[in-house]
């Protein structure tokens, strides 16, 4: 894994603060691979309930995790019951790290 302990950490505690204890959030792609070099960062937060808004809910957690990354890239995926599913959440879980 590509990040630091303490990033994954602070990742985690910012999902939980914004969205509650029931979220999960996964890193994915590039930063997996310890092999690999660069990339952008890729977040899967998972919440058990129905969303209002899917660009609320992102926008309440991204901003504080790109300023935590200094200004990387970051990719962030929603999966909540009332949105659609996508190949993208099961990749995300298959192939990531849950935080």
């Given at each position: 894994?590509?990040?630091?302990?303490?990033?994954a950490?602070?990742?985690?505690?910012?999902?939980?603060?914004?969205?509650?204890?029931?979220?999960?959030?996964?890193?994915?792609?590039?930063?997996?691979?310890?092999?690999?070099?660069?990339?952008?960062?890729?977040?899967?937060?998972?919440?058990?309930?129905?969303?209002?808004?899917?660009a609320?809910?992102?926008?309440?957690?991204?901003?504080?995790?790109?300023?935590?990354?200094?200004?990387?890239?970051?990719d962030?995926?929603?999966?909540?019951?009332?949105?659609?599913?996508?190949?993208?959440?099961?990749?995300?879980?298959?192939?990531?790290?849950?935080?």
């Open positions: 894994m590509r990040i630091t302990d303490y990033q950490k602070r990742v985690k505690e910012i999902v939980t603060e914004k969205l509650g204890s029931a979220a999960r959030v996964w890193l994915f792609g590039s930063r997996v691979d310890d092999n690999a070099r660069g990339g952008d960062i890729d977040l899967m937060i998972s919440v058990p309930y129905a969303v209002d808004s899917a609320a809910v992102t926008e309440s957690v991204i901003v504080p995790i790109i300023r935590l990354f200094e200004g990387r890239k970051t962030l995926v929603l999966e909540a019951p009332n949105l659609k599913s996508l190949p993208i959440h099961e990749i995300a879980k298959n192939q990531g790290i849950e935080l």
